[in-house]
């Protein structure tokens, strides 16, 4: 069985291609927000966040033969994790790379990180959109706050992110809750709107949206502030889909029958047993 850590756009076909190649696919995502992980009979999914204790436990569990690492390209905690259990238990280790769009460009200032993004933005003197998801505004909070500079943030629809973005302290009627990605119309209009200045987002890519901010900010002259990717974990990656199941019928040639996962003894901690169960 194939352990596939997910929780991006890319979920839904890098799971349905393992699993069309013969291999069954566990799924685990630490959002438990409703999300399409493919509707291969092969295909399970677990929710709920893992630390590295919890993901070793579900790996020996599940009898895990291998770890493909889908998870965001920023979620550098996550995918140190995934890397430590697969090397603790002798497994290969597969990352998918989701690629990135950002080159050099005269509209695009790169951060190193998020609060050096926040200093960049908020230096312009002008109205901020933030679209770098709910888990890292409060550098943003902060430096706006100095500035005295107004901050917009999307965010995901989801109750959890709209609770972390005011907690960070940006006011509810700051906050514009949606499903991206999102089009150049959709930008534009949010950057008319409230009159942005600058606007902030991490290198996600073409599934990310990236492009359609970028384009939306040169129409209307709005500086685009980029905050960096996390160095690589530096394994075997991949950005395409074919050319990494290839590589994992190679490292499992003989072992593509895989155990079904509620046959566990136990689910594993943070999983939500109503989830544990085919798509």
């Known amino acids: 069985m194939i352990l596939l850590v997910g929780g991006t756009s ?78 603790r238990l002798s497994l290969p280790y597969v990352s998918w790379v989701r690629p990135a769009v950002i080159g050099s460009d005269e509209v695009v200032h790169v951060a190193l990180n998020h609060a050096d993004a926040a200093m960049r933005a908020t230096s312009f003197g002008k109205p901020v959109l933030l679209t770098v998801g709910s888990r890292n505004l409060a550098p943003y909070a902060a430096e706006a706050a100095k500035a005295r500079v107004p901050l917009i943030a999307r965010v995901l629809d989801h109750e959890e992110s709209l609770e972390a973005a005011v907690r960070a302290g940006i006011p509810r009627e700051r906050i514009i809750a949606g499903r991206g990605p999102f089009s150049v119309e959709d930008n534009l209009a949010v950057i008319k709107q409230h009159r942005i200045g600058c606007l902030v987002t991490k290198d996600s890519g073409e ?62 901690p943070g999983d939500d047993p109503h989830r544990l169960e085919s798509t």
Do not use: M
């Open 10 to 87: 890319e979920t839904a076909p890098l799971a349905t291609a393992l699993a069309a190649a013969g291999f069954t696919v566990l799924v685990s995502t630490a959002t438990r927000v409703p999300l399409d992980v493919g509707s291969h009979p092969n295909i399970f999914r677990r929710s709920g966040e893992l630390d590295r204790e919890g993901l070793e436990k579900v790996a020996v569990e599940h009898g895990i033969e291998l770890i493909v690492d889908g998870s965001h390209p920023y979620a550098s905690s996550v995918r140190k994790n995934a890397k430590l259990v697969a090397a």
């Open 207 to 268: 599934a990310g949206g990236v492009p359609a901010k970028i384009e939306a900010a040169r129409k209307t002259g709005c500086a685009v502030v980029v905050v960096a990717r996390p160095s690589g974990v530096g394994d075997t990656e991949f950005e395409s889909i074919s050319q990494l199941v290839e590589h994992v019928k190679k490292q499992l040639a003989g072992k593509k029958k895989g155990t079904d996962p509620r046959s566990s003894a136990s689910a594993g």
